[in-house]
C-alpha cells in the first residue's frame, strides 16, 4: 500500500514544544478539525484544493484551522531553491525543528518499481518534521536529511533526493516550510475548552455536503453511487471507482486516530455529547475497513458497491448528526 502513516497532531505538538508551547498530540489534531471528504469534478480551470477527478479525505485548510484555534499562527513558505535548504540547515544548526509539507512519494527512491508515476504526480501532501541535517562520510552520500512523519514513523535520506523534491519544476510536487508565530496565551483548562468547541464547530462544517464543483462530504458518496446507477462518464465501471480509492485507505487510520483523541476531552461538561461522536467516528472507520476489503475483490459488481456506498452515507450521516447535536 502506498503511503506514509502520518501523525498531524505529534508533528505539530512536537514542533510547538521548541516554542515552549506545550500541547498534546491528541489536542492538536482535534484543534486541526482534520476530517473531511472531497472531490473535484469541474472540467473548468479554477483553483481547487485538489485535482480534478482526485479524492481527498484530510480537509486542506488543517493548518489554517489548527492556526485559527490555537493561536499558534504557522505562516507557509514556498521552499524552492537551494536558499531554502540552507536556511533549513541553518536552524536545525541552532536545534530548531522545522515543520514543512512536502508530497508524500518522498520516501520513495526514484528505482523503487512500485511508484506509480500517476500517482507521483496527484501526490498526496503529508506533514513532516525536520529532524536532522547532518554531513555524511559516503563517498556517495555527503548530506542526509532525517525526516519525522509520526511517533513511530520516520526515514532519513540524501540530500540530492530530498531535493528532488524540494526544488522539483513539476507543477504538482511543492514543499512548503512554516515559520511560527507561536501563542502568547497560557492554555489553561477553560481557554482549552473554548477553543476545543470552536474545533468541534468547524470539524462539523467540514463533514457536511457540498455540492457544487467541490463536492464534499456524504456529496461525494452519493455522486459516486449516482454515477454507477447513471452509468456516468469517468464513474461507470468499478474499476474506475477503484482508480478513485486508491491509496485512500489513510481514511481509516485518521478517523481511528480521531477517536483516541475525543478520548482527552473528558474534562469537558459536554463529555456524553463527545462520547457519542466518538463511537459514530469508530463506527464510521470500521464501515471505511469493510469498503476497503471489499475492493480486494476483482469481481466487484456494481451492485455491491452501490450498496458499500449507501452504507457509508448512512454511518456518516449518523457521525454528522451527533456532532449537531452538541452544538
Known amino acids: 500500500m502506498y503511503t506514509i502513516p502520518n501523525d498531524i497532531g505529534y508533528c505539530l505538538s512536537t514542533v510547538l514544544k521548541d ?14 478539525s482534520p476530517l473531511w471528504l472531497g472531490l473535484h469534478i469541474s472540467s473548468e480551470h479554477h483553483y481547487f484544493p485538489i485535482r480534478r477527478n482526485e479524492i481527498s479525505y484530510v480537509n486542506p485548510l488543517f493548518l489554517e484551522n489548527f492556526s485559527v484555534n490555537s493561536n499558534c499562527l504557522f505562516i507557509p513558505s514556498r521552499a524552492n531553491s537551494k536558499e531554502s535548504f540552507d536556511y533549513l540547515k541553518y536552524r536545525n544548526g541552532n536545534r530548531k525543528k522545522t515543520l514543512v509539507k512536502v508530497a508524500e512519494n518522498i520516501a520513495y527512491t526514484a528505482d523503487n518499481g512500485d511508484v506509480n ?41 540524501p540530500k540530492r533526493h530530498f531535493m528532488d523534491h524540494w526544488s522539483c519544476e513539476s507543477s504538482h510536487i511543492y514543499t512548503d516550510l512554516f515559520r511560527i508565530i507561536p501563542s502568547k496565551n497560557t492554555f489553561s483548562e477553560e481557554l482549552t475548552t473554548i477553543k476545543i468547541k470552536s474545533a468541534l464547530e468547524k470539524q462539523h462544517l467540514n463533514l457536511r455536503s457540498n455540492n457544487k464543483s467541490l463536492l464534499t462530504g456524504n456529496a461525494v458518496l452519493e455522486f459516486l453511487k449516482e454515477g454507477l446507477e447513471k452509468k456516468l462518464e469517468n464513474y461507470a465501471s468499478p474499476k474506475q471507482h477503484r482508480d478513485l480509492w486508491r491509496n485512500k485507505h489513510g481514511i481509516i487510520q485518521l478517523r481511528e486516530d480521531y477517536a483516541k483523541a475525543l478520548d482527552k476531552l473528558h474534562f469537558m461538561d459536554e463529555w456524553g455529547d463527545i462520547q457519542a461522536i466518538k463511537e459514530s467516528v469508530l463506527k464510521s472507520k470500521e464501515a471505511w475497513r469493510l469498503f476497503f476489503e471489499i475492493f480486494n475483490d476483482d469481481a466487484l459488481a456494481a451492485q455491491t458497491l452501490v450498496r458499500c456506498y449507501e452504507a457509508l452515507i448512512d454511518v456518516e450521516s449518523e457521525c454528522i448528526d451527533n456532532f449537531n447535536k452538541m452544538l
Do not use: G, W
Open 19 to 32: 516554542y515552549s508551547v506545550e500541547m498534546d498530540a491528541e489536542i492538536c489534531l482535534i484543534l486541526c
Open 117 to 157: 508515476r500517476a500517482y507521483e504526480e496527484a501526490h498526496r501532501p503529508v506533514l513532516a518534521i525536520i529532524d536532522q541535517i547532518s554531513d555524511v562520510n559516503d563517498a556517495t552520500v555527503s548530506t542526509a536529511v532525517s525526516l519525522i512523519f509520526s511517533k513511530e514513523n520516520q526515514i532519513t535520506i
